[in-house]
T-cell receptor, first 114, second 111 residues
Framework: QQQVKQSPQSLIVQKGGISIINCAYE??????FPWYQQFPGKGPALLIA?????SEKKEGRFTISFNKSAKQFSLHIMDSQPGDSATYFC?????????????FGKGTHLIIQP | ETGVTQSPTHLIKTRGQQVTLRCSSQ?????VSWYQQALGQGPQFIFQ???????GRGNFPPRFSGLQFPNYSSELNVNALELDDSALYLC??????????FGPGTRLTVL
């Protein structure tokens, strides 16, 4: 059972455009939703995270939108740059379960064309 | 502030062997989590250590085991290696329920 579904699998955006990646979850106990950026040969880097008591969080060019009733959240990258080309993962965590293990989506390979 | 470090960077083992991977947590972090990332997939949670005890485990068999030391560093041990164990092994550290920060990973190849 895949608890976090991520789409699209790959995405091509022109420089300066908006990149949008979507995730949907099933477990209503999830209470923390981070996004990670991973470059080839590197570990994932924490970009931005949100908790379900807010509907939107913005940090620089990165924004998370969260819809609790639909059990969906998305990452928006404004003014996308070639340096943003990477694989992006959404994740979720049930903090009340004891361990803080993250459940990841399968990733989105983002290419920003110059 | 020192980030999460992992050793070794790469490792090649043969089926049936045992392997130990090491992780040093970020300064000030007391919790370490281990993940397995197969090629082209998202990381999968193996287990987490807090105060030198395992306090949660994902869907991995007992031949995956670990340790956490008083300085919060950690080891991941895998016994009886199988071909499917070939993956990038990631360590992440955190403070309480804060964000998890990943190291660069150890690439394990099982032949």
């Amino acid at each position: 059972q895949q608890q976090v579904k991520q789409s699209p699998q790959s995405l091509i955006v022109q420089k300066g455009g908006i990149s949008i990646i979507n995730c949907a979850y099933e477990n209503t106990a999830f209470d923390y939703f981070p996004w990670y950026q991973q470059f080839p040969g590197k570990g994932p880097a924490l970009l931005i995270a949100i908790r379900p008591d807010v509907s939107e969080k913005k940090e620089g060019r990165f924004t998370i939108s969260f819809n609790k009733s639909a059990k969906q959240f998305s990452l928006h990258i404004m003014d996308s740059q070639p340096g943003d080309s990477a694989t992006y993962f959404c994740a979720a965590r049930d903090s009340g379960g004891g361990a803080d293990g993250l459940t990841f989506g399968k990733g989105t390979h983002l290419i920003i064309q110059p | 502030e020192t980030g999460v470090t992992q050793s070794p960077t790469h490792l090649i083992k043969t089926r049936g062997q045992q392997v130990t991977l090491r992780c040093s947590s970020q300064s000030g972090h007391n919790t370490v989590s281990w993940y397995q990332q197969a090629l082209g997939q998202g990381p999968q949670f193996i287990f987490q250590y807090y105060r030198e005890e395992e306090n949660g485990r994902g869907n991995f068999p007992p031949r995956f085991s670990g340790l956490q030391f008083p300085n919060y560093s950690s080891e991941l041990n895998v016994n009886a290696l199988e071909l499917d164990d070939s993956a990038l092994y990631l360590c992440a550290s955190s403070l309480g329920q804060g964000g998890q920060y990943f190291g660069p990973g150890t690439r394990l190849t099982v032949l």
